[in-house]
C-alpha cells in the first residue's frame, strides 16, 4: 500500500470582474499620477513603476482610495480562508505598474509583507503572472522529466482587466516579458498587521 500526502500547499486568492465599474476611472487616475509622480524602471523591474515614487500618497486620491477599500474587502476574505490571526491585516503600500512588449518583472517577493496581491487595471495579449517553487529557486533539487502537480517548479495565471490576485507575501513571483503589443497597467499592494 502507498499513500502520498501533500503538505504546505501555496494558496493564491483570484476573484474576476473586481471594481469593473471604476477600472475606465483607474484607468484616467493611474496615467494622471504617472504624470504627477513620475515612474522609475530598473534593471530587475524592467517596467515604469511608482513604487519608489509614490506608494503611499497614491491612497488620497479618490478612485484608487475606492479601489484600496474593496480589496481590502479581499484581503479580509483571504485571511480568514487562511484561518485569520490575532490582529488585523491591512493594505498599507499600493504603486502601479506599467507595460508593454518586451517588458519584465524579475523573480522576487515582497518581504515583511502578510498578504501581498495585484489587481490587472488593463491588460492584454500574453501576459502572466509567474509563480515559482521556491524549492527550485533556492537548492538543487532535481527538475522532473513529468512535471505534474506534484512537482512544478513554476505556475502561470494569465493577467487579465479586472482580475485581482493575492499570495502570502514570502512567495517568490515575478513576470516573464511580454512578447505581444499591448499596455498592462497593474495595481500591486502589500499589507502589514495592525494592531486592534
Not at 148 to 168: R, V
Amino acid at each position: 500500500m502507498r499513500n502520498i500526502t501533500f503538505i504546505f500547499p501555496t494558496p493564491i486568492y483570484c476573484a474576476t470582474n473586481v471594481c469593473i465599474d471604476i477600472i475606465d476611472n483607474l484607468k484616467k487616475e493611474t496615467y494622471d499620477l504617472k504624470n504627477k509622480y513620475k515612474t522609475i524602471r530598473t534593471t530587475s523591474l524592467n517596467v515604469d513603476s511608482s513604487h519608489q515614487t509614490a506608494s503611499r500618497s497614491i491612497f488620497s486620491h479618490f478612485y484608487f482610495s475606492l479601489l484600496k477599500n474593496q480589496l481590502q474587502k479581499h484581503v479580509d476574505d483571504f485571511v480568514e480562508s487562511l484561518g485569520g490571526y490575532s490582529d488585523r491585516v491591512q493594505i498599507t503600500h499600493m504603486w502601479f505598474n506599467c507595460s508593454n512588449k518586451s517588458d519584465f518583472n524579475f523573480p522576487h517577493s515582497h518581504a515583511g509583507s502578510v498578504i501581498s496581491g495585484v489587481y490587472y487595471i488593463e491588460s492584454k495579449g500574453d501576459s502572466y503572472l509567474r509563480f515559482y517553487n521556491n524549492t527550485y529557486l533556492v537548492s538543487n533539487a532535481p527538475v522532473p522529466n513529468d512535471v505534474n502537480e506534484s512537482s512544478f517548479c513554476a505556475y502561470d495565471i494569465p493577467c487579465e482587466k479586472g482580475k485581482l490576485l493575492m499570495w502570502q507575501g514570502h512567495i517568490i513571483h515575478g513576470n516573464p516579458a511580454q512578447t505581444l503589443e499591448g499596455e498592462k497597467i497593474a495595481v500591486s499592494f502589500n499589507t502589514s498587521f495592525i494592531t486592534q
